[in-house]
């Protein structure tokens, strides 16, 4: 079992809300170790049992380097190089916000399971004990006096405070407070002291949107739901250590389902995928054929799975040797109620058009049975989703030969490489007019690395109500 269950769901659910969250290994900290030590050796006097009450908010005073990614992983080195001078503990804060990044952006801290340094009721303000390092939470900006916050980062003040909140690390009637309420000082100054109060009513209000129907009578619709899925081509290649890697950091993205391919049954893939993945809480789904799908046990069941046969596999002869494909799916009944199928697909390679002869025609038959499963498990109010390896550009073709779906690239207009082009895809069935995609975008080896020679694609969509 994890040793950061609250961590581990904030940024989760940071992440389905569309915020870029940076973990220790993604800025680069130096004392990994050490967040990880502090588990122990200092643990919160609450959490993971009990949530906390109080939000302390605070401004690093380091100077921000810029708006990039980049930047902000060296801001982040900053706050932890000075706080492990002055309290050997790292950042003192949990999380660290980008005042001046395009989207919401934030960076862990201490783990949430682990007390901070940096918050004491000097003042001795009634209410508040001295230490509420150890029964608190605490958020800064990266900045220093006179800086100013955008818009996208209030926005991710919102979503922090939300997001504590969904995962039970935070209750509802919670203290949303400067640290200058406790402390002689001018932080986090007025520039973020004065949208407290308007932070925490947006979160309230983000969090009533999302929270499940009260009982007793309800409106005859549901609520629009989320799910956030993701696709990662693997590599059947790689060493076994090199597979338990990328496996392990695909689950730690907390993805609500996920599929995959390059999982054979000649290969560990297989086996590591449902080992991780059960372990992590999630149910897996692989057939031997290669593919599969991963379905968050926190997001819904799997009430049925199954393969469905699509191609035979290369000739005697073939220089070019590929094993049987179809679909791999599995039935979900989301929490929210939704029936929701899932399929996983991997066409063959050299065989983007008519030129290619008999592999083009196989690719032509494995689109008809992707088709087929998003027909036959679109009935209704069903809603029915797909990831895989297209093998040729999403851009520049139909990855589904004129098949009724829509890959979350052709609905955003926009086509990111995913390592070999724009090749790997996530899509929805036509037919499903509730189901929009509201974000997509590729995690390439400098937000999450792997061994394999493709990169996460990640995409959140909107099911709207009945």
Same mark, same amino acid.
């Given at each position: 079992?994890?040793?950061?269950?609250?961590?581990?769901?904030?940024?989760?659910?940071?992440?389905?809300?569309?915020?870029?969250?940076?973990?220790?290994?993604?800025?680069?900290?130096?004392?990994?170790?050490?967040?990880?030590?502090?588990?122990?050796?200092?643990?919160?006097?609450?959490?993971?049992?009990?949530?906390?009450?109080?939000?302390?908010?605070?401004? +690093?005073?380091?100077? @921000?380097?810029? !708006?990039? #990614?980049?930047?902000?992983?060296? &801001? *982040?080195?900053?706050? %932890?190089?000075?706080?492990?001078?002055?309290?050997?503990?790292?950042?003192?804060?949990?999380?660290?916000?980008?005042?001046?990044?395009?989207?919401?952006?934030?960076?862990?801290?201490?783990?949430?399971?682990?007390?901070?340094?940096?918050?004491?009721?000097?003042?001795?303000?009634?209410?508040?004990?001295?230490?509420?390092?150890?029964?608190?939470?605490?958020?800064?900006?990266?900045?220093?006096?006179?800086?100013?916050?955008?818009?996208?980062?209030?926005?991710?003040?919102?979503?922090?405070?939300?997001?504590?909140?969904?995962?039970?690390?935070? +209750?509802?009637?919670? @203290?949303?407070? !400067?640290? #200058?309420?406790?402390?002689?000082? &001018? *932080?986090?100054?007025? %520039?973020?002291?004065?949208?407290?109060?308007?932070?925490?009513?947006?979160?309230?209000?983000?969090?009533?949107?999302?929270?499940?129907?009260?009982?007793?009578?309800?409106?005859?619709?549901?609520?629009?739901?989320?799910?956030?899925?993701?696709?990662?081509?693997?590599?059947?290649?790689?060493?076994?250590?090199?597979?338990?890697?990328?496996?392990?950091?695909?689950?730690?993205?907390?993805?609500?389902?996920?599929?995959?391919?390059?999982?054979?049954?000649?290969?560990?893939?297989?086996?590591?995928?449902?080992?991780?993945?059960?372990?992590?809480?999630?149910?897996?789904?692989?057939?031997?054929?290669?593919?599969?799908?991963?379905?968050?046990?926190?997001?819904?069941?799997?009430?049925?799975?199954?393969?469905?046969?699509?191609?035979?596999?290369?000739?005697?002869?073939?220089?070019?040797?590929?094993?049987?494909?179809?679909?791999?799916?599995?039935?979900?009944?989301?929490?929210?109620?939704?029936?929701?199928?899932?399929?996983?697909?991997?066409?063959?390679?050299?065989?983007?058009?008519?030129?290619?002869?008999?592999?083009?025609?196989?690719?032509?038959?494995?689109?008809?049975?992707?088709?087929?499963?998003?027909?036959?498990?679109?009935?209704?109010?069903?809603?029915?989703?797909?990831?895989?390896?297209?093998?040729?550009?999403?851009?520049?073709?139909?990855?589904?030969?004129?098949?009724?779906?829509?890959?979350?690239?052709?609905?955003?207009?926009?086509?990111?490489?995913?390592?070999?082009?724009?090749?790997?895809?996530?899509?929805?069935?036509?037919?499903?007019?509730?189901?929009?995609?509201?974000?997509?975008?590729?995690?390439?080896?400098?937000?999450?690395?792997?061994?394999?020679?493709?990169?996460?694609?990640?995409?959140?969509?909107?099911?709207?109500?009945?």
């Amino acid at each position: 079992m994890t040793r950061t269950p609250k961590t581990d769901a904030f940024v989760a659910a940071l992440r389905r809300r569309g915020v870029e969250v940076l973990t220790h290994d993604q800025w680069g900290s130096a004392r990994r170790d050490l967040y990880v030590r502090r588990l122990t050796s200092h643990p919160h006097g609450l959490l993971p049992s009990r949530p906390v009450d109080t939000l302390w908010n605070h401004i +690093t005073v380091t100077e @921000d380097d810029g !708006p990039t #990614s980049g930047e902000f992983k060296a &801001d *982040c080195r900053e706050v %932890e190089r000075i706080g492990y001078a002055r309290f050997g503990s790292g950042v003192s804060y949990n999380v660290l916000v980008d005042r001046n990044a395009a989207k919401p952006r934030v960076a862990i801290g201490q783990f949430l399971e682990a007390k901070g340094t940096h918050t004491v009721n000097n003042k001795g303000v009634d209410g508040y004990s001295y230490n509420q390092n150890k029964v608190a939470l605490a958020l800064a900006f990266v900045g220093v006096v006179g800086d100013r916050l955008n818009a996208a980062a209030v926005e991710a003040c919102v979503q922090v405070n939300a997001a504590l909140i969904e995962v039970g690390a935070m +209750t509802d009637h919670y @203290d949303n407070v !400067p640290h #200058s309420l406790v402390a002689a000082k &001018d *932080c986090p100054t007025d %520039e973020l002291r004065d949208r407290l109060a308007d932070i925490k009513r947006r979160a309230l209000a983000n969090v009533r949107r999302a929270a499940p129907a009260p009982d007793g009578p309800t409106e005859p619709s549901r609520p629009a739901s989320l799910i956030w899925i993701g696709h990662v081509s693997l590599q059947f290649s790689d060493t076994h250590a090199q597979m338990r890697h990328d496996v392990k950091a695909i689950f730690g993205l907390g993805m609500d389902a996920f599929t995959f391919t390059e999982a054979h049954h000649s290969n560990p893939l297989g086996n590591l995928l449902r080992e991780i993945g059960n372990s992590q809480g999630y149910t897996v789904h692989v057939d031997r054929t290669g593919t599969g799908v991963a379905v968050r046990n926190g997001y819904g069941k799997v009430t049925r799975r199954g393969f469905m046969s699509g191609i035979g596999g290369s000739r005697p002869g073939d220089k070019r040797v590929y094993g049987p494909r179809g679909v791999t799916w599995v039935r979900v009944k989301s929490n929210s109620g939704e029936n929701i199928g899932i399929g996983a697909f991997h066409k063959i390679t050299h065989g983007e058009t008519a030129a290619d002869g008999f592999r083009w025609r196989e690719n032509l038959k494995l689109s008809r049975i992707v088709g087929r499963f998003a027909k036959n498990f679109g009935i209704g109010t069903n809603v029915v989703f797909v990831g895989g390896d297209g093998n040729e550009s999403d851009r520049l073709a139909d990855v589904f030969d004129g098949q009724p779906l829509t890959t979350c690239w052709d609905e955003l207009g926009k086509w990111p490489d995913t390592g070999h082009g724009n090749i790997d895809v996530i899509a929805s069935y036509d037919p499903d007019g509730r189901v929009k995609c509201r974000a997509a975008t590729v995690l390439d080896d400098t937000e999450c690395f792997l061994y394999t020679d493709h990169y996460v694609v990640r995409a959140t969509y909107d099911i709207a109500e009945l």
